[in-house]
């Protein structure tokens, strides 16, 4: 027997099952069953029945998020297909229930994966968080909102981001234009962050008086950074001497986070990277936190996923 969910309204049955049915698509196309809705009813059926249980427990969780006054999305529907991989689709109710800061349009910004939501704690709770994971997880985007929201709060005074230009060989005075003018196109995801929560005007007025800094890492070199929130971006790429000497420029008051994928390592061959030895030597060290993040807490597009899982499957054997 197919699993059927009845629907009270048509408001509802539309933000769950999507604009024309779209979410119904993406259920079809992420699970083996066939879905079939006439507008108040909705009918599961697979030759699994555990999927048709998967797919109508999404359906269902998504259900009470919109009833508790929620609107449902795309990302949305990921997350619970997400976490009903993980088996932890029971706690997708509970990622709605924080709220850790509004963007420039007054929309609220919250965890989409339980990985999220344990890493945005780690950082409120702890003074040096890692976020450790593949493209697409929302790292570096959670960092940037919760520094954000400090500021805001006046529980700091200022922000600091940082990422190693790697492609420039951190030689940047051979490059033409000013300081801002060399550094920005290495810098610009953590640009993207800060206009998505401060609005770029607003982002640009506090840069301009120096309460947002955004700088390569080599101008981290020789500071103590006391009442600041500072997130070192791309983190894979530094050496083992970059590195130390970032994490030792925290100051007092101060929180930091350092983000970084293991896998998108730029760096000459022989040379170690800072993050994967950072995180040997302090993962037991008193007030540091690790996250390690998984293709499960990508929160883009639903191929992006499929496309980590793909390329981690292993090398191609292919003959030149």
């Known amino acids: ?42 009918k599961i059926q697979s030759d699994n029945e555990e999927t048709e249980v998967k797919i109508y427990n999404i359906l269902m969780s998504l259900l009470r998020v919109k009833q508790q006054g929620h609107q449902v999305t795309l990302r949305d529907l990921q997350s619970a297909i997400q976490m009903a991989e993980k088996d932890t689709l029971e706690y997708l109710e509970d990622l709605y229930k924080e709220e850790i800061a509004k963007d420039y349009r007054g929309k609220p910004v919250r965890a989409k994966t339980t990985g999220q939501q344990i890493y945005v704690n780690h950082i409120k709770n ?5 976020g450790i994971g593949p493209a697409g997880t929302g790292k570096t985007f959670l960092a940037v909102v919760i520094a954000c929201q400090m500021l805001k709060d006046n529980d700091i005074k200022r922000i600091v981001l940082t990422r190693p230009a790697v492609e420039a060989g951190e030689n940047l005075g051979f490059l033409p234009g000013d300081l801002k003018e060399k550094v920005d196109p290495y810098l610009r995801p953590l640009y993207d962050g800060l206009h998505a929560i401060l609005g ?60 970084g ?48 899982r793909a390329y981690e499957a292993g090398d191609l054997n292919v003959n030149d």
Do not use: C
């Open 261 to 308: 994928d293991e896998t998108q390592i730029d760096l000459p061959s022989k040379t170690r990277s800072g993050l994967i030895e950072s995180v040997e030597r302090l993962r037991n060290v008193r007030g540091v936190q690790i996250n390690h993040f998984t293709d499960q807490d990508v929160v883009r597009h639903p191929l992006v996923s499929r496309i980590i």
């Open 1 to 42: 027997m197919p699993k059927v969910i009845h629907f009270d309204n048509l408001d509802d049955a539309q933000q769950i099952l999507g604009v024309n049915d779209s979410h119904i698509r993406v259920l079809e196309d992420e699970y083996d069953a066939e879905i079939r809705s006439n507008g108040h009813e909705v």
């Open 126 to 130: 702890s003074d040096l968080t890692f």
């Open 200 to 259: 770029q005007e607003h982002t640009d007025r506090l840069i301009e008086r120096g309460i947002i800094e955004v700088a390569p890492l080599a101008y981290m070199r020789g500071r103590t950074l006391n009442d600041a929130f500072i997130i070192l971006d791309e983190a894979q790429n530094t050496t083992s001497m970059q590195m130390k000497m970032f994490l030792t420029r925290l100051g007092f008051g101060s929180k930091m986070v350092v983000t």
